[in-house]
């Protein structure tokens, strides 16, 4: 029975993680070939470029949480979904406002904030198992790859926000760099953000779905 779980959640999760790999490698590919900043910014954190597996987050919580509540293996409750997504995500907000008010650095308040994320996205669990499963499964394809592309960002010297720390990161070497700003961040605070958000999406999408099926 585990066995087929898996090969479902892998099923559903294919086309989503071919259309996330597909804007990153796009990003990346502007970002080298010098596009536009509101599309492809090359700043560090990106700055909320356009083209970017972020703004996917919502919208494969929504295709999931329905796919899911098709298939009958919706949400205990539509308002345990989404109230505990909403936890996940103010718990993780609030932990790392006040872990950086306490640590000043920005290296120890990545690795706090790292931490509580695991704590945060743990908690979203009890609120619908099934997407937990389905957004944790999603989060890891769409996240190593970005890795990958990190990595070769940052010992590839490329020009792109993939190899560019915060501002007030101390110096470092390359594979310093990798592990504090590519494999900390991306297998922690990304993936608690796919999850968190993804249910809150997936919570008001079954919302919905149920308001409209009592019409």
Known sequence: MPERDDVRVGRLILVPAIITLAVTLARLAGELMGGSDSLFSRDAGGKAALVGIVWLIPVFGVYFGLRLARAGEGPPAVGKALGFGVLAFVLNAVLGFAAFSVVKGPVGQLGV????????????????????????????????????????????????????????????????????????????????????????????ASAVRRVGSRR
Do not use: E
């Open 113 to 204: 904030f790292a931490a509580t994320s695991w704590v945060a996205l743990l908690v979203a669990r009890p609120g619908w198992p099934a997407l937990w499963r389905v957004l944790l499964a999603y989060a890891l394809a769409a996240r190593i790859p970005v890795l990958i592309v990190m990595f070769l960002s940052i010992f590839g010297g490329w020009d792109t926000h993939y190899a560019k720390p915060r501002p007030d990161f101390p110096a470092m070497g390359p594979w310093g760099l990798f592990f504090w700003t590519a494999i900390l961040p991306q297998l922690s605070i990304w993936i608690w953000m796919t999850i968190a958000v993804g249910m809150i999406f997936a919570g008001l």
